[in-house]
């Protein structure tokens, strides 16, 4: 099973840049940008990382953000993950991140995006890797303040492939920015939502109805509607899952119970993805890995979740092709060296 995890192309849809940053990078940013930060090494950042809900892993999260100021810190971590997802075979990676929380620290937009774009374009000529951003608004601020981010984004337009929703989920519904989310589709924009991850299953009925999205990020509470469960099925909205997050943030305790499984048996599109992989304890080969111990994942279900990454992204019909191709290609290698080798 772990070698199939390793060598198979996949897509990632869920992850968030600002996640990537790993304590050796935010205790070097902060240092060179004269950023006070409450640990001395490596290991204290890390003994850090014991969180017992959203809120708790957020405030870390935040802390951590506060290291990144000019644009080349914002380069250095998007290349730092597509080098790291490329190593997994990620050969799609379609990543989320959160101008606000740079914003509103008094960072400009261009600093943060130019960094990001510059880092994407250089990577998909290093690695063998497509990107996409997409831009995320914090569901803890007013519509008004995502409103001006859109509207200062859609200057560098071409360079984003969506909107996201996400940070802290209870309390913040996805009604709640109904006019900028059809302000980003009606540019053009896709559209996604963190929903059903700390809250309940109104909040993925009102991300699909109101804010019209194209694919639900974690959506665990969907099992709580028998409606909305069927819906999801019946029209393959797809699911980014995030097997380790969802373990350390409490979601989903024990990891066995996991309901992967059980969204393949009922016609869902589920995904794996690493969403937060410094702080979480792994990228996205790690979260496959994890729920393949812990769910004994067949050999069958494992390709379906890695062609399911490909259905569920925004790439091209062609670009999808070639992917289901590449993957029907390593499976074969895979079973043939298996066969020379016994």
């Avoid at 194209?214 to 099992?223: K, M, N, P, T, W």
């Avoid at 393959?236 to 059980?262: G, M, W, Y």
């Avoid at 080969?285 to 729920?291: K, V």
């Avoid at 062609?307 to 790439?315: H, T």
Wanted: proline residues 4%.
């Amino acid at each position: 099973m772990f070698p199939i995890i390793a060598q198979i192309p996949k897509a990632e849809l869920h992850v968030h840049l600002e996640g990537t940053l790993e304590p050796e990078m935010m205790l070097n940013k902060a240092s060179k940008n004269g950023v006070a930060l409450p640990y001395r090494s490596v290991n204290d950042v890390r003994k850090a990382y014991r969180f017992s809900d959203l809120q708790s892993f957020l405030d870390l999260y935040y802390l951590g953000v506060s290291s990144m100021v000019d644009k080349n810190d914002f380069y250095d971590l998007a290349m730092a993950y597509f080098k790291k997802a490329s190593s997994q075979n990620v050969r799609r990676a379609e990543v989320f991140f959160d101008p606000q929380a740079h914003t509103r620290r008094g960072i400009d937009f261009s600093t943060v995006i130019n960094g990001l774009h510059d880092a994407a374009i250089d990577a998909q000529d290093k690695y063998e890797i497509s990107i996409g951003l997409i831009m995320s608004f914090l569901r803890d601020l007013p519509e008004e303040s995502a409103m001006r981010t859109l509207e200062e984004a859609l200057q560098y337009k071409k360079w984003i492939i969506g909107v996201g929703l996400d940070s802290k989920e209870l309390g913040n519904p996805p009604e709640k920015f109904i006019n900028v989310f059809k302000r980003a589709r009606d540019e053009g924009l896709m559209a996604v939502a963190h929903a059903g991850e700390e809250g309940p299953a109104e909040y993925v009925w009102s991300a699909i109805k109101l804010l019209k999205v194209s694919r639900i990020d974690h959506g665990y509470h969907i099992f709580d509607d028998d409606r909305l469960s069927l819906k999801v099925s019946q029209e393959r909205i797809p699911l980014t899952t995030c097997p380790l997050s969802a373990l350390r943030l409490n979601h989903i305790v024990p990891l066995n119970s996991f309901p992967i499984r059980n969204m393949i048996e009922h016609g869902f599109v589920p995904t794996i993805n690493s969403d937060d992989p410094a702080y979480f304890g792994g990228y996205i080969n790690e979260n496959y890995m994890a729920l393949g111990t812990e769910l004994g994942l067949t050999l069958d279900e494992i390709i379906i979740l890695a062609k399911n990454s490909v259905f569920a992204s925004f790439m091209s019909y062609e670009k999808k092709r070639d992917m289901y191709e590449e993957i029907d290609m390593t499976l074969m290698e895979l079973i043939e060296n298996e066969r020379r080798i016994s």
